[in-house]
């Protein structure tokens, strides 16, 4: 059966917002015939403009009648500035609860809130703009840490690229694990990273604070994931002192070395559960963990969930709180 999307644009509106998802979305047909079926929503009939001028033409206005499965609300300086009269506000309204399901991107929450006004809900955006959509909206919460939140049918994300991560994770819940990944194949996605990981990387801190000491070495541990390496070999990597290294890691990542590099394990062994034929002894041994138990506990006490739970899709039956993760990708926001 196939699935019906809409999505909603108005003038200004980010284009990666709407072509990001909607490429990943389309490309799960090449696998799946008819998997997902995508139309334009504008307020009329007129052409919409991006935020950077381009034209795009919809399929529908808010005056049509038609039918769909998810609303997807795009982002951008246009749309979160967007004043919607009360007939169009309630229009659309009206189509998002006719919707199994509704997702924004990006700034497209500041939409999404208004539709829901009624509604506790908990929302993320663009990080820029996360104080702005609380502020305006005081019975929302906002978290502006994780890529994308669920709360029940309603999906928020992050800033552009984050779109595709939703977008990802809502292919892996309709078609499975396998499907996901071979999509994030082909769009030559390096990760698909979970939901709750932060917009704002730590090698982007680092990079941003007022020492680069252990830019090198993070690279390094990057490379590193399935060797033990010793707080006394970072040292030795960055020419400091254990004390030293101590002292840089709690000061800039809030955290000691050992305990860094234990979460970037964690994060790559999460990542490789999302991959096709992942095997939870293997990936234990893989990187490192004397045995499965221990890496069991670890991943558990680091996610909330265990890695067979994980595997099996059950983090997608609830909803996506905040929490923290390392991420090895910096996210370059939007920010209109």
């Not at 009269?85 to 999404?112: D, Q």
């Not at 994308?148 to 049918?153: A, K, L, V």
């Not at 252990?214 to 070999?233: E, G």
Request: hydrophobic share 40%; with cysteine; net charge neutral.
């Amino acid at each position: 059966m196939t699935i019906k999307q809409v999505y909603f644009i108005a003038n200004g509106f980010q284009a990666l917002d709407l072509f990001g998802p909607l490429e990943a979305f389309m490309e799960t047909n090449s696998f799946k015939r008819g998997a997902y079926d995508s139309k334009l929503l504008g307020i009329n009939g007129e052409d919409v403009q991006t935020a950077y001028h381009q034209k795009v033409s919809v399929d529908f206005t808010l005056e049509d009648d038609f039918e769909l499965d998810d609303l997807i609300i795009c982002g951008g300086t246009g749309m979160r500035t967007l004043a919607l009269s009360h007939n169009e506000l309630a229009v659309l309204k009206k189509i998002a609860l006719k919707a199994k399901r509704v997702f924004s991107i990006c700034t497209g929450a500041f939409i999404l809130a208004q539709l829901f006004q009624d509604k506790a809900l908990t929302l993320t955006t663009h990080w820029r703009h996360a104080a702005s959509l609380a502020k305006q909206h005081p019975n929302k919460i906002v978290t502006p840490e994780p890529l994308f939140i669920r709360d029940h049918t309603i999906w928020s994300s992050a800033g552009v690229l984050s779109g595709v991560d939703l977008a990802l994770a809502i292919i892996r819940e309709d078609y499975g694990n396998s499907m996901a990944a071979k999509v994030a194949k082909d769009l030559v996605v390096y990760l698909q990273r979970a939901g709750s990981q932060q917009q704002y990387s730590d090698v982007l801190a680092l990079q941003s604070g007022d020492s680069l000491k252990l830019s090198p070495l993070i690279d390094w541990l990057a490379t590193q994931l399935n060797n033990a390496i010793s707080v006394s070999r970072m040292a030795e990597y960055c020419s400091l002192s254990e004390r030293q290294l101590t002292r840089l890691f709690k000061l800039h990542l809030n955290c000691t070395p050992s305990h860094y590099f234990r979460t970037l394990k964690l994060n790559h062994a999460r990542d490789l559960l999302s991959q096709e034929n992942s095997n939870l002894q293997l990936i234990s041994s893989k990187l490192g963990f004397n045995n499965y138990d221990s890496f069991r506990r670890a991943f558990t006490k680091q996610f909330g969930v265990s890695p067979s739970h994980y595997l099996n899709g059950t983090r997608h039956s609830s909803t996506i709180t905040k929490s923290t993760f390392i991420q090895d990708e910096v996210l370059l926001g939007e920010g209109q």
